[in-house]
């Protein structure tokens, strides 16, 4: 497997926190929901190992934004239960898991 990190087509993103500290996170994936009519983007910390456990943050993009190339904007927070539900669906499918939720890990913070 190869080390996402070292691919040179890696998708980054910088984040900015509420005190001004930038924050580099490699795109994990991007994809729209029909059912919440939004688009959403998967991020974990960068330089991180295949072998490492990571937190993947999940934010819904800006409105508008094209999941295939996004192009910046505030990402906003995963607004309820059911997209949270929907979101760990994707995820586990996208990792070809079982749905075993001890196995993930997710970022409580942004529930």
Do not use: C, H
């Amino acid at each position: 497997m190869q080390n996402m990190a070292e691919d040179p087509t890696q998708q980054t993103i910088t984040l900015v926190d509420e005190n001004g500290d930038e924050t580099l996170y490699d795109v994990l994936f991007t994809f729209k929901s029909e059912d919440f009519d939004r688009s959403y983007i998967l991020i974990y910390p960068a330089g991180k190992k295949d072998d490492d456990k990571v937190e993947i943050q999940a934010y819904a993009l800006p409105a508008g934004d094209d999941p295939s190339d996004p192009q910046g904007g505030e990402l906003q927070p995963i607004q309820t239960d059911k997209e949270w539900d929907m979101i760990e669906s994707v995820l586990n499918t996208f990792l070809g898991k079982d749905g075993d939720q001890n196995d993930q890990a997710q970022d409580d913070d942004q529930k």
